[in-house]
């Protein structure tokens, strides 16, 4: 079947720190995967994503890799503001499925 | 001009009501998602049409409905509210069965 397993949180790191949240999947077929960003009381928004084995997704100073080999779509920024403190999902989806199979959510708090 | 736009975005009522939520997307796109989110943040598919039609009906109670009149929306009818179906309910699309989600706001459904 599809899952994805997240690294558990609350994540707090400070400002300029460097981030790394880990995430791992299992699926039939190959599928494409996503991380999605939920700030305080909002919806998802897509923040990056990668279609195929060693495409590198990357937004807002954020990146990941789609490893094959380790089935990991780990999450990275150099550093991290005060203003990316939100919830992130991971995520993918198979062809042919018709949904979206999330992670558990880790919640990451930037302090000053 | 919102892309996914669903409302209300809050709705709190009373236990034994029925209760329904309108989900709109303006970006052409043929499949269409509610998603429930618990207290925990943990996402779960509830239903997904594909130009109109249900592709998916995950577990859940027969108490909730989904309704697609065209295919730019999705609405979702709930009868009979228990203290359980307290949540955010988003409603989400994608372009089709393959490719990425874009979600809405979210409704925080409180049953009291």
């Known amino acids: 079947g599809n899952s994805v397993t997240q690294m558990e949180g609350p994540v707090t790191l400070s400002e300029e720190a460097f981030l790394t949240i880990n995430c791992t999947y299992t699926?039939?077929?190959?599928?494409?995967l996503f991380w999605y960003v939920q700030y305080p009381g909002e919806g998802l928004q897509l923040l990056l994503k990668?279609?195929?084995?060693?495409d590198k997704g990357s937004n807002k100073g954020f990146e990941a890799t789609y490893r094959k080999e380790t089935t990991s779509f780990h999450l990275e920024k150099g550093s991290v503001q005060v203003s990316d403190s939100a919830v992130y999902f991971c995520?993918?989806?198979?062809?042919?499925?018709?949904?979206?199979?999330f992670g558990t959510g880790t919640r990451l708090t930037v302090i000053p | 001009d919102t892309a996914v736009s669903q409302t209300p975005k809050y709705l709190v009522t009373q236990m034994g009501n029925d209760k329904s939520i309108k989900c709109e997307q303006n970006?052409?796109?043929?499949?269409m998602y509610w998603y429930k989110q618990d207290s925990k943040k943990f996402l779960k598919i509830m239903f997904s049409?594909?130009?109109?039609?249900?592709?998916i009906n995950e577990t859940v109670p027969n108490r909730f409905s989904p309704k697609s009149p065209d295919k730019a929306h999705l609405n979702l009818h709930i009868n009979s509210l228990e203290l359980g179906d307290s949540a955010v309910y988003f409603c989400?699309?994608?372009?089709?069965?393959?490719?990425?989600?874009?979600f809405g706001q979210g409704t925080r459904l409180t049953v009291v």
């Open positions: 989400a699309s994608s372009q089709n069965r393959e490719t990425e989600a874009f």
């Open positions: 699926a039939t077929g190959y599928p494409s």
């Open positions: 990668a279609t195929k084995a060693d």
């Open positions: 995520a993918l989806k198979t062809r042919g499925a018709n949904n979206l199979f």
């Open positions: 970006l052409g796109h043929d499949t």
């Open positions: 049409y594909n130009n109109k039609e249900l592709i």
